[in-house]
């Protein structure tokens, strides 16, 4: 069973002389939404919602496999989220798992020091080469009953939070400008699903 990011993104405010975390995801109406339906009103255009699961080890310690080092298990809920990602978790009602957060300076931080991710998995003769030679095979697998699949360890540059982070910076930058002063005030709040 696959398993999947529900990504939420907060920029801190100055909201009637109070600091608060408010939602700036960009929402659609939903065209299918009816009154008192199981449907939602607006449906998320999320910054990030791809499956990576060398990305989802990074982030919370899920699907890690190859074990990599993550920025830190999940913290749960922040305490201050905005009303609208609360409801969104709400919704889940137990089936979202590994809930944590991360501001844009600890994502910063970690990947000035950690530019390094570790891969693992069955490839056949040509990802193996690639891999001797440095590159990343087209493709890999944990299991399967194919024969002749050979099971390798390899290192890469950290692409995979560095591509995870332009993509928020170019969601943030979309309405805001972050200076490395103010990577402080926005965030990430997320958990998965299987």
Request: net charge negative.
């Given at each position: 069973?696959?398993c999947?990011?529900?990504?939420f993104?907060?920029?801190?405010?100055?909201?009637?002389?109070?600091?608060?975390?408010?939602n700036?995801?960009?929402?659609k109406?939903?065209p299918?939404y009816?009154?008192?339906?199981?449907?939602?009103?607006?449906n998320?255009?999320?910054?990030?919602?791809h499956?990576?699961?060398a990305?989802f080890s990074i982030?919370a310690?899920?699907?890690?496999?190859?074990?990599?080092?993550p920025?830190?298990e999940?913290k749960?809920?922040?305490?201050?989220?905005?009303?609208?990602?609360?409801a969104?978790s709400?919704?889940?009602?137990?089936?979202?798992h590994?809930?944590?957060?991360f501001?844009?300076?600890?994502?910063y931080?970690?990947?000035?020091?950690?530019?390094?991710?570790?891969?693992?998995?069955?490839v056949?003769e040509n990802?193996?080469?690639?891999?001797?030679?440095?590159?990343?095979p087209?493709?890999?697998?944990k299991?399967?009953?194919?024969?002749g699949?050979?099971?390798?360890?390899?290192?890469?540059?950290?692409?995979v939070?560095?591509?995870?982070?332009?993509?928020?910076e170019?969601?943030?930058e979309s309405?805001y400008?972050?200076?490395?002063?103010?990577?402080?005030?926005?965030?990430?709040?997320?958990?998965?699903d299987?």
């Amino acid at each position: 069973m696959g398993c999947d990011i529900h990504l939420f993104t907060e920029r801190k405010r100055s909201i009637n002389n109070e600091q608060k975390w408010v939602n700036v995801d960009n929402w659609k109406l939903n065209p299918y939404y009816k009154e008192n339906d199981e449907e939602s009103k607006y449906n998320l255009n999320s910054a990030y919602r791809h499956r990576n699961y060398a990305l989802f080890s990074i982030l919370a310690d899920v699907r890690n496999s190859s074990k990599n080092k993550p920025i830190s298990e999940p913290k749960g809920l922040p305490e201050d989220i905005s009303e609208v990602v609360k409801a969104e978790s709400d919704k889940w009602n137990g089936d979202g798992h590994s809930h944590s957060f991360f501001t844009m300076k600890e994502l910063y931080d970690y990947y000035e020091q950690n530019n390094i991710v570790k891969f693992s998995g069955l490839v056949d003769e040509n990802g193996a080469k690639e891999i001797e030679a440095g590159k990343m095979p087209n493709w890999w697998c944990k299991e399967s009953n194919e024969k002749g699949l050979i099971w390798k360890e390899w290192q890469q540059e950290n692409y995979v939070l560095k591509n995870f982070i332009e993509a928020l910076e170019r969601h943030f930058e979309s309405e805001y400008y972050i200076k490395e002063k103010d990577s402080e005030k926005f965030r990430i709040v997320f958990w998965f699903d299987n």
